[in-house]
C-alpha cells in the first residue's frame, strides 16, 4: 500500500513500484539523460506529485513545454497501458495551480531583486570579473552597507563606482590600491549587462520569497514557472538569478529540520550550466548552500544530461538518482555512460552501464533513499505519466491564467525609490559650494565615467563627491559602525530584510 506521502516513480519489471517518499526531497536529487529520453516529464510529474502533496514547486521552463502542468491531460490507450503496467488503480486527469514569471516581464510576473540584495559574490560572477575587479565591487558594497546606501538598480552601482574612482586614493589608504582600469571594465561589463536584458531584472518592487511559496484554496502547492526560453541565451544571468533565489532561500527561512514533506522544491534545470566555468570560491560557496539549504525544508533537483555535469563535491550530496538514457557513440561518450553508472549503487541482478545505452523514451534507472537515508539498489523503472498535459499550454489558455493570477498588479509596475544614487548626490551638495568649471576638454577620467553612466542607465546631473563624505565613510567603515548589513554565504542579506 502506498503511504500518504508517497510518490509513485512507475514500475519495475517485477511488476513492483518504485515509491519515492517525499519526505527525503530535502536530499536532493539528480535527473539526467540525453536531450529527447523524457527528462522533462519526468521533472514534471515529480513537480504535479509534490504540487498534490501541497508543496510548492519552483522550476523554470526552459523550452515551454512545462507549462502544460497547468491543464489535465487527456485519456490516451498507451497512458492507460501504462498505468495497467505499473499497477496504478487511480489517475485522474487533472493540472496543478501555477504562477507563471518571467524576468522580462512579457510572459509573466516581472522578478526583480536589488543589487543591494544581490550582493558582490553573485554580482561579479554575473559579470565575469577577476580577482582584482571582484575586489572592487566589493570596497563598493562594503562603503555601500556602512553608510545604508541601497544600491537598487544599475544606475546606483554605477554612481557608487564614480564615488569610488573619483576618490581613489583616500580609500587606497584603507582597501589598497584601486585601479580606473578595472573599474572602467567593470563599467563596461555592466553595459553589456545592460543590453542582454539584465537591467531588467535590478530594481523594485523585489520578489518576495513568500510569493513562491503559496498554496491554493485545496491545500495544494502553486508551481511557479520560470520563462527562460529567451533567458537561457544568456547563461550567467539564468543562473545568477537561480543562484540568488537560493540563497535567498537560505537566509530568509527559518531552520526547519526533517519533515515529513518539505517545504519547496526546487528545480535547476539545464544545470550545467552553473558549474561551467564556476571559480573554486564560488563552487565552494554553492556546495555549502546546497549541504545547508536542507535543514530549512527546501529540495533541490539538477537536471542536466550527464552526472559529472555536477561536480563530485555537490554530486555526492544528491539522494534520489533518475538516469534517462545516454548515447554511447563515441570514446567520450561512452566514458560518460560508465562514470553515469557508477554513481548508482549497484544491483547484481541489472548491468546497470549497458542497461543506460539501452533505455527506452520514458524509460530510467532509479535510486531512491529508504526510509533510513540509504540509497537503494539501482532499479529500471518505467516512469508513471504525469495527470496534466505533456507539453506546452495554448497561448489562450496562459494568458487566461495570467490575467487571473492572484499577484496579479503587485510587482507590474516599477519603482525608483531614494537610493544611493539621490543620497549620494543630495549628499555632494550640501556638503561642496559650487565647483569651479574646469576648462574645456579637462573633465576627470571619474566625471567621464559618471557621464556614460548616466547615459546608459538614466538620473540627473551628478555633482562630484566632497572630501566631508569620503571622511564619514571611511571613519565609518574602518570603525565597523553605523548601518553596516550582514550578508551570508553567497554574499546575499542574511536574515529578512
Given at each position: ?28 536529487g539528480l535527473i539526467t539523460g540525453a536531450t529527447g529520453t523524457g527528462k ?111 544600491l537598487l538598480d544599475l544606475k546606483d552601482l554605477h554612481t557608487m563606482l ?336
Amino acid at each position: 500500500m502506498v503511504d500518504l506521502h508517497q510518490i509513485v516513480l512507475g514500475g519495475n519489471k517485477e511488476g513492483k513500484q518504485i515509491l519515492f517518499d517525499a519526505g527525503m526531497a530535502n536530499r536532493h536529487g539528480l535527473i539526467t539523460g540525453a536531450t529527447g529520453t523524457g527528462k522533462t516529464v519526468t521533472l514534471q510529474l515529480l513537480a504535479e506529485s509534490f504540487s498534490r502533496l501541497g508543496v510548492p514547486v519552483f522550476s523554470a521552463d526552459v523550452k515551454g513545454d512545462l507549462s502544460g502542468i497547468a491543464s489535465p491531460g487527456q485519456e490516451h490507450h498507451k497512458i492507460t497501458e501504462r498505468l495497467n503496467r505499473i499497477g496504478i488503480q487511480t489517475h485522474s486527469f487533472e493540472g496543478c495551480p501555477v504562477l507563471f514569471w518571467d524576468l522580462l516581464g512579457q510572459t509573466g510576473h516581472p522578478i526583480r531583486t536589488t543589487v543591494s540584495e544581490m550582493g558582490p559574490i553573485l554580482l561579479a560572477n554575473l559579470l565575469s570579473l577577476n580577482e582584482t575587479q571582484s575586489g572592487i565591487l566589493h570596497v563598493a558594497f562594503t562603503v555601500a552597507d556602512a553608510q545604508g546606501l541601497l544600491l537598487l538598480d544599475l544606475k546606483d552601482l554605477h554612481t557608487m563606482l564614480g564615488w569610488i574612482v573619483e576618490h581613489r586614493q583616500e580609500l587606497a589608504k584603507e582597501y589598497g590600491n584601486i585601479s580606473t582600469p578595472s573599474i572602467t571594465t567593470i563599467q563596461r561589463n555592466l553595459l553589456v549587462l545592460k543590453e542582454s536584458g539584465g537591467v531588467n531584472f535590478f530594481g523594485e518592487p523585489a520578489l518576495k520569497i513568500q510569493d513562491l511559496m503559496r498554496t491554493d484554496f485545496s491545500g495544494r502547492g502553486v508551481v511557479s514557472l520560470l520563462d527562460a526560453s529567451t533567458l537561457y541565451s544568456s547563461p550567467k544571468i539564468y543562473t545568477s538569478f537561480l543562484l540568488w533565489l537560493l540563497s535567498e532561500l537560505m537566509e530568509e527561512l527559518p531552520e526547519r529540520g526533517d519533515a515529513p514533506l518539505p517545504k519547496l522544491v526546487f528545480f535547476f534545470d539545464e544545470a550545467h550550466l552553473l558549474f561551467d566555468n564556476a571559480t573554486p570560491a564560488l563552487l565552494q560557496r554553492i556546495t555549502q548552500v546546497v549541504r545547508l539549504i536542507r535543514s530549512k525544508g527546501v529540495g533541490i533537483f539538477f537536471v542536466s544530461q550527464y552526472p559529472n555535469d555536477i561536480p563530485e563535491e555537490v554530486l555526492g550530496q544528491l539522494g534520489c538518482r533518475i538516469q534517462h538514457a545516454l548515447r554511447a557513440f563515441t570514446p567520450k561518450d561512452q566514458k560518460a555512460v560508465r562514470v553515469a553508472a557508477e554513481t548508482f549503487r549497484q544491483n547484481p541482478q541489472i548491468d546497470t552501464e549497458t542497461m543506460i545505452s539501452e533505455l527506452g523514451t520514458g524509460e530510467a534507472l532509479i535510486s531512491t533513499l529508504d526510509d533510513q537515508g540509504r540509497p537503494t539498489m539501482v532499479d529500471w523503472c518505467l516512469l508513471s505519466p504525469p495527470r496534466s498535459h505533456i507539453g506546452p499550454l495554448g497561448d489562450t489558455e496562459r494568458e487566461r491564467l495570467f490575467v487571473n493570477s492572484p499577484l496579479k498588479g503587485l510587482y507590474d509596475t516599477p519603482i525608483d525609490r531614494e537610493s544611493a544614487y539621490e543620497i549620494l548626490t543630495e549628499r555632494a551638495a550640501a556638503l561642496q559650494p559650487p565647483p569651479t568649471p574646469e576648462p574645456q576638454g579637462q573633465n576627470s577620467m571619474s566625471q567621464q565615467i559618471i557621464h556614460a553612466g548616466k547615459t546608459a542607465f538614466g538620473g540627473g546631473q551628478r555633482q562630484s563627491m566632497g572630501e566631508a563624505l569620503l571622511k564619514s565613510v571611511v571613519r565609518t567603515v574602518g570603525s565597523q559602525i553605523g548601518r553596516s548589513l550582514i550578508r551570508g554565504i553567497l554574499g546575499s542579506f542574511s536574515g529578512r530584510r
